[in-house]
């Protein structure tokens, strides 16, 4: 979010220093305007200009298709656009030294903070410590005046009550005329407020002091500024060379002010103003193609941003107008499990990037698989009654062409709400989280010589129901003592075999073993009770619990942690399906 709103401002910068050279040749009060709009950027993302654009916006049709306007700057505006759809997924996979560099960037940002910010405050209570010992003086027709020896040059104090300070014996080394001049320049900076947009460039300065562009901007501001106030005072009927002669004789006798916010005379380059001085040349008065344009791009830099915001907005409420809804679905109780014990567990067959992109079929599926699948959740950020886990239904649905894999995932959100009654929140939640490594004498893992060029796909069976090609099941058969589950793969990774485990232990499990090839391999072993994760020994008789059998079977082990997780917490929902 901040990398891109510096994008954003930096844009803007680059843009605004264009059209400044468009206008090189007009006032320089025209380019000085340019740089100060630059400069306020940064205090103001687009974010602010979207959120006022979303409460404003027009009734949107039922569909509503994305402009190339909207696109265009929603890749500006990222991610400052409201999202249509929220994905809960673990908010902390894995602690490492990486979770440590925001806070390292953050600690050396406030460094560099405070030595900005502290130096201009040394400055600042020097200057008022001055200002305490310092002399009022009447001048005609003039603001508030101060003089002490301790002032550097001429220069304006001040916001709300601007102070006008001249260095002891000024009207001394100057003539009459001089002096006028430098007061005319003074008195300029005051009916510009020239020290308010100081301030706020300091404000910059301080907050985004580690970007170049922004000390390049503050140099143009100052250049400009300077130079709109000698174009005033030669406009006021001073003569050039009187006026260039009080500067150089002010910077022979006098130093610059310490602050940026005293706008003093002898700013900005110098031997560019007194050459500019010297020409005294008219500016060009802006035609008004150029005041056109000025205004279109102040007008456009403020309502794109609007106008995004309208149309996201828009694009939001059509959605939760006209929810993603299958064509046709049937839900009914899976009927009983066959007498042989041969039940397939996978996941949904067809869909998006199949050979069956138009049609879902999903067999012994449980309401909590079908939430993980609406929700693109894994098993453990699933949280609801016991039954969750043991009821089971068939499902065939079919979908437009055409659709996403998102679009069909809100399809399945909104067939859970209306045949299960579903109602959940999500909350974060302290979770045991495994690391899948490998153990001592491990892995105990074949390789694989499948032609893996379909494993991203629905697994393969043959006639008997067995694995025929690239996948991973998992069959539950009864045994004498109780279930026992058997998961086979072919051609499949390591980190496949993780989400699985993660899946039957209800907590996350991270793929640590560095194993990168494709494998097949085996797992029996017997399935917790009740959704309560396995522990080490609590297998049934015949198979070994979760734990022990991939240790043994596989060569692998898991190492525990903690970590904080989003959940998906059911609050309400129907064992029953309502008719279809």
């Not at 844009?11 to 059209?19: C, I, K, M, P, T």
């Not at 032609?451 to 796909?457: E, F, H, L, P, Q």
């Not at 994760?533 to 991939?550: M, R």
Request: net charge neutral; glycine share 8%.
């Amino acid at each position: 979010m901040i990398l891109n709103h510096l994008l954003q401002s930096t844009l803007f910068a680059v843009l605004a220093g264009l059209l400044t050279l468009a206008f090189r040749k007009n006032r320089a009060q025209v380019r000085y305007s340019l740089w100060l709009a630059a400069s306020v950027k940064f205090l103001i993302p687009f974010l602010i200009l979207i959120a006022a654009g979303s409460h404003f916006a027009w009734r949107a049709p039922a569909v509503v298709a994305q402009s190339g306007l909207s696109f265009v700057m929603e890749q500006v505006a990222q991610p400052f656009a409201a999202p249509v759809a929220v994905s809960i997924a673990p908010a902390v996979s894995h602690v490492s030294w990486t979770g440590w560099i925001p806070s390292i960037l953050f600690g050396l940002w406030a460094i560099g903070f405070s030595i900005v910010v502290t130096s201009w405050w040394r400055r600042w209570r020097d200057l008022r410590a001055v200002l305490r010992h310092a002399t009022p003086l009447r001048l005609p027709n003039c603001i508030q005046a101060l003089t002490s020896p301790g002032f550097g040059e001429p220069g304006v104090y001040g916001i709300s009550r601007p102070v006008l300070l001249l260095p002891a014996g000024i009207a001394d080394e100057l003539t009459p005329l001089q002096l006028d001049a430098i007061l005319a320049h003074e008195l300029c900076h005051v009916r510009r407020r020239d020290n308010l947009a100081t301030v706020i460039h300091m404000a910059v300065e301080a907050i985004f002091w580690f970007h170049p562009l922004v000390w390049w901007v503050g140099a143009r501001l100052m250049d400009e500024r300077e130079r709109a106030c000698d174009e005033e005072v030669l406009r006021g009927g001073s003569s050039p060379q009187v006026y260039a002669e009080g500067i150089l004789k002010i910077c022979e006798l006098y130093m610059e002010s310490p602050l940026q916010c005293v706008a003093g005379v002898t700013g900005a380059n110098l031997r560019g103003r007194i050459e500019a001085i010297m020409a005294n040349r008219s500016a060009l008065k802006l035609n008004f193609a150029k005041k056109a344009s000025l205004a279109f791009a102040g007008a456009a830099a403020i309502a794109l941003p609007i106008v995004v915001g309208m149309m996201n907005s828009s694009v939001v409420q059509a959605q939760s107008a006209a929810p993603e809804k299958f064509e046709v679905a049937l839900v009914k109780p899976s009927p009983p499990i066959p007498a042989d014990g041969r039940v397939f567990f996978g996941p949904p067959r067809g869909g998006p990037g199949t050979s069956d992109p138009e049609r879902i079929t999903w067999t012994y599926a449980t309401l909590k698989a079908l939430v993980m699948q609406a929700y693109d959740v894994k098993a453990y950020q699933v949280s609801g009654p016991d039954w969750l886990n043991t009821e089971r239904y068939d499902v065939t649905a079919t979908i437009r062409p055409g659709a996403t894999q998102e679009q069909v995932n809100r399809m399945w959100q909104s067939l859970l709400a209306e045949r299960f009654s579903v109602a959940l929140h999500h909350e974060p939640r302290e979770f045991q989280v495994e690391e899948l490594v490998v153990a001592k004498g491990g892995p105990k893992l074949k390789p694989s010589t499948e032609d893996d060029s379909g494993a991203d796909g629905p697994p393969r069976m043959d006639r008997d129901g067995k694995l025929a090609g690239p996948g991973m099941i998992n069959q539950i058969t009864n045994g004498p003592h109780g279930p026992v589950v058997h998961s086979i793969a072919k051609a499949q990774p390591v980190s496949r075999l993780a989400v699985t485990i993660g899946n039957h232990l209800n907590r996350p499990v991270l793929d640590m073993t560095g194993l990168t090839g494709k494998y097949d391999f085996e797992l029996e072993f017997a399935p917790s009770s009740g959704g309560v994760p396995a522990s080490p020994g609590s297998g049934v008789e015949g198979a070994p619990d979760l734990i022990t059998a991939v240790q043994e079977q596989l060569g692998l082990r898991l190492v525990g942690g903690k970590a904080q997780l989003d959940t998906l917490v059911i609050d309400k929902a129907e064992k029953t399906p309502q008719t279809n």
